[in-house]
């Protein structure tokens, strides 16, 4: 059982990881986006106030050049009667009221810091007036400057306003314009200072924050280059250099956690492929059991995870198996070639089902009978098997199971498995033809023994058909003359299946020319219908031609041989009376000539039917195999194959792929 992460590590495993690192330098992109966008609106809305607060002292400076211009003119235009009088009261007074309330409530505003009312926009957000020292200075000067101004120019008034002294008004409007227009100018100036430094300020954060989200998207572009694109280009070249066969190549972990585990996983896999490869090169290169199994256990044990291996073979009839060839930790084991019985056991079941078959709890499994292999195995100290069956198939005509074992209970885990499964193919096939290596030593072993007998034994039964020869020309009675006859034919038989046993078992060469497939077919038609078994039943040649005109290169006897064979077969096979069909069929865009023969009759045993083919293998009673084992050797050694098909009810259909001749 895995214990979880400690806090710190997780957080390490997860900043580490280009996901979140790629998440993280987007999010602080956007926020810095975000902070510019919104500081530069902050900056546009700003500025729009601080315009406003700047007009607004603006408006003041005008006010107060307008008192000092209206007093001026009042002054060079004073009213000599009554009626006059009243005329400016109405209009020189209310100008004056006007801008004396105006000074009233912006003064007000600058002084309780809100400007709103005095910009027109009544109700709307507070317009504060700007806490700057200068402009908080003029600020106060302006105020005290207009109070001076507004009490001089209200006593000039006087108490009734209704009857106001505006000539005195007039006159104090001149003579105090200059400190209030100073003043206003002051505030003004300052203010403007002020809104230009802040739109300096403001367009410097912009800036500011511009460059950094620009910083921010280079880094976040080198983040993504360093941590994941380089890494992941080397990996790709790695992966390239590893589909040009160098399996030795490995690349270097560094990046994110995910270029890295995709680092660590190729190297593994580049790896894997390098031993992979070395164990199929050294497979192939192995001449026996012995040496093959000594090698893998050698180089390879850490690949595989074993620390004893066995290879054990079925026997020819499945009724038990032998431990062929075995190390423990990588040390041959020479005496150890032990029968085991097969069936009811997991090795039986192994071969059944094809895949390695892992036996993780051995004690339990040696708790059911007939497990002497396992028990043998656990003897060494071992803990934890995995068969890996081998064969039958065409490079491995005996069946077997590669046995791995390992000491440490439970090494081999679900990944091992899955790796075992996906290579048990190559591990078979090399195996395998390793088998068959050794399989084809011992028939070669076999085949000159058995030749060397056949030569032995032809003297001896020449000199024996010739005695029976003989006294068959000599006068005998009824019952001694049937036992030559019998005799004879016993000779004659022991002959033809010593020639058949010298024709498989000796070398053969081809004498190679071009032939009309559908004349050879005719000549052994011809030949095989005067001779029995073929006397009594029909050979016909369907269709009688082929279109284009078949051709074969290949040597005239052997392919008589071959036909004869099949020939001879068909008919012993078909009821009397029954007919042989035999076609030919040219493949011409294949280069393939097809000769098959079929017949009626009762059909191959399944049982049969797999091995046919083999030395001694026959589909009916009494036939000794050799017939159909010497035409798959002359077929094979025209560079063609031979496949029999039979089923209850259909017969048997033999036919014969050979390569056709090329065209002048």
């Known amino acids: 059982m895995s214990l979880p992460l400690p806090l710190h590590q997780r957080l390490g495993v997860t900043l580490g990881s280009l996901r979140m690192q790629i998440a993280l330098a987007f999010a602080a992109l956007i926020l810095v986006f975000a902070l510019t966008s919104l500081t530069t609106l902050d900056a546009f809305q700003r500025q729009i106030d601080y315009d406003r607060v700047v007009a607004v002292a603006a408006r003041l400076e005008l006010t107060a050049q307008q008192l000092h211009l209206q007093a001026l003119n009042y002054k060079q235009n004073a009213p000599r009667d009554y009626p006059t009088y009243f005329r400016d009261v109405r209009l020189y007074w209310q100008d004056l009221s006007g801008q004396i309330a105006l000074f009233d409530q912006v003064i ?36 005290s400057v207009w109070q001076d101004y507004r009490q001089g120019l209200m006593a000039a008034l006087g108490d009734d306003l209704e009857k106001p002294r505006l000539e005195w008004a007039a006159e104090h409007n001149i003579a105090a314009a200059a400190m209030l227009q100073t003043a206003s100018a002051a505030l003004t100036d300052s203010l403007r200072t002020w809104a230009e430094g802040e739109h300096r300020r403001m367009r410097g954060l912009t800036w500011t924050l511009i460059a950094a989200g620009s910083l921010l998207a280079l880094g976040l572009l080198l983040l993504l280059h360093y941590r994941a694109l380089r890494p992941l280009q080397r990996t790709m070249a790695g992966f390239q250099r590893v589909a040009d066969g160098d399996f030795a190549h490995r690349v270097a972990v560094e990046g994110a956690s995910e270029a890295r585990t995709l680092a660590v996983r190729f190297n593994a896999l580049a790896g894997r492929l390098d031993l992979l490869f070395r164990l199929s090169d050294a497979l192939q290169r192995g001449q026996d059991l012995d040496q093959v199994v000594t090698l893998i256990a050698r180089e390879f044990r850490g690949l595989l995870r074993f620390d004893w291996i066995g290879v054990v073979l079925a026997n020819g009839d499945s009724s038990s198996v032998r431990l062929e060839a075995s190390t423990l930790d990588g040390i041959p084991e020479p005496d150890a070639k032990t029968l085991f019985r097969l069936p009811g056991t997991l090795l039986e079941a192994a071969l ?14 040696l708790a059911r009978p007939r497990h002497e292999f396992l028990r043998a195995i656990a003897s060494r100290g071992m803990q934890d098997v995995i068969f890996l069956p081998v064969g039958p198939s065409s490079e491995s005509p005996v069946p077997g199971v ?29 195996f395998g033809r390793t088998m068959r290596l050794a399989e084809r030593g011992r028939l070669a072993a076999i085949g000159g023994f058995v030749s060397g007998i056949a030569h032995e034994l032809r003297s001896p039964l020449t000199t024996i058909g010739l005695a029976l020869e003989h006294l068959g020309r000599q006068p005998l009675a009824d019952g001694a003359r049937r036992r030559l006859d019998l005799a004879s034919g016993e000779a004659a038989r022991m002959e033809r299946l010593i020639e058949d046993i010298l024709i498989y078992a000796r070398p053969l060469r081809l004498d190679l020319q071009v032939w009309s497939a559908v004349d050879l077919v005719r000549a052994a038609i011809t030949l095989q219908q005067a001779q029995p078994p073929c006397t009594e039943r029909q050979l016909r040649l369907s269709p009688p031609s082929a279109d284009p005109p078949a051709q074969l290169l290949a040597d005239r006897d052997r392919i008589m041989q071959i036909l004869a064979n099949l020939l001879r077969n068909a008919c012993a096979a078909a009821p009397p009376e029954e007919t042989v069909v035999i076609a030919i069929h040219h493949e011409s865009r294949g280069g393939q000539i097809t000769i098959s023969v079929r017949n009626g009759g009762p059909s191959i045993p399944p049982a049969v039917l797999g091995r046919i083919g083999e030395p001694f293998v026959s589909g009916r009673p009494g036939g000794n195999g050799l017939g159909l084992a010497i035409v798959r050797r002359l077929v094979e050694l025209h560079g063609g194959h031979l496949e029999v098909r039979s089923a209850p009810g259909a017969g048997t259909l033999v036919r014969v792929y050979l390569p056709a001749a090329e065209a002048d």
């Not at 709103?116 to 957000?125: K, N, T, V």
């Not at 590669?402 to 078979?428: C, K, Q, S, V």
Request: proline fraction near 9%; aromatic fraction near 6%; glycine fraction near 8%.
């Open 108 to 143: 007000d505003g600058f002084m309780v810091g809100d400007l709103s009312a005095a910009i027109g926009r009544p109700g709307a957000p507070r317009q504060a007036t700007p806490a700057d020292p200068r402009v908080t200075a003029a600020i106060r000067h302006l105020e």
């Open 352 to 365: 059944a089902q094809g895949h390695p078959l892992h036996i993780a709890d051995l004690p339990t499994a």
């Open 402 to 430: 590669i046995a791995f074992a390992t000491r440490a209970p439970g090494r081999y885990d679900e990944a091992h498995l899955r790796f075992l499964n996906n290579i048990a193919a190559l591990i078979g096939t090399s």
